[in-house]
T-cell receptor
């Protein structure tokens, strides 16, 4: 069974600081996504990572993938208040004969002014 | 870019009635659609995976007779919550994947409140 875990679950940080969110998964996968979700809204796609060593950056966010360690990171640089949201990773993999996308537990980020 | 539309965005229904939520891919053919449920402050839980023209594959613990999923065309999947109960109140989100594509696209989500 594919399991996806994120940590931390909650993150409160000061503006201007850096931090990393971790996403671990339990089986071989060929793609990993990072999403942002604001309260009451659907998901906003941030990154899709398709290969070992992939690194993508957009603004203050940078995502990387290590398929051998089954680990992805979302690094936040010089956080600003607008980044406050819940961040999810989602892993695509074959499991029980079906290709599925399973979400991590989510990380609720609050950036304090 | 690709767009997935869900309707309705919010619905209130009485306990014991059925409600249908539609998920449409607007500018691509969605060979596979996924339905998720999200309770407040929790993650998205996969309910079922549907491939066009075939029966949906339900996750363990999801009642297939209660959550009817139909994917009759390459642009439309529907989720029908039958005999709804207050505990079915949740945020339901669909996503769609096109042929040969690596990206999945999410709908805007549907808030269901059962009173």
């Amino acid at each position: 069974e594919l399991k996806v875990e994120q940590n931390p679950l909650f993150l409160s940080m000061q503006e201007g600081k850096n931090y990393t969110i971790y996403c671990n998964y339990s089986t071989t996968s060929d793609r990993l996504y990072w999403y942002r979700q604001d309260p009451g809204k659907s998901l906003e796609s941030l990154f899709v990572l398709l290969s070992n060593g992939a690194v993508k950056q957009e603004g203050r966010l940078m995502a990387s993938l290590d398929t051998k360690a089954r680990l992805s990171t979302l690094h936040i640089t010089a956080a600003v208040h607008d980044l406050s949201a819940t961040y999810f990773c989602a892993v695509g993999a074959w499991t029980s004969g079906t290709y599925k996308y399973i979400f991590g537990t989510g990380t609720r980020l609050k950036v304090l002014a | 870019g690709a767009v997935v539309s869900q309707h309705p965005s919010r619905v209130i229904c009485k306990s014991g009635t059925s409600v249908k939520i539609e998920c449409r891919s607007l500018d691509f053919q969605a060979t596979t659609m996924f339905w998720y449920r999200q309770f407040p402050k929790q993650s998205l839980m996969l309910m079922a995976t549907s491939n066009e023209g075939s029966k949906a594959t339900y996750e363990q613990g999801v009642e297939k007779d209660k959550f009817l999923i139909n994917h009759a065309s390459l642009t439309l999947s529907t989720l029908t919550v039958t005999s709804a109960h207050p505990e079915d109140s949740s945020f339901y989100i669909c996503s769609a994947k096109g042929v040969g594509g690596n990206t999945i696209y999410f709908g805007e989500g549907s808030w269901l409140t059962v009173v």
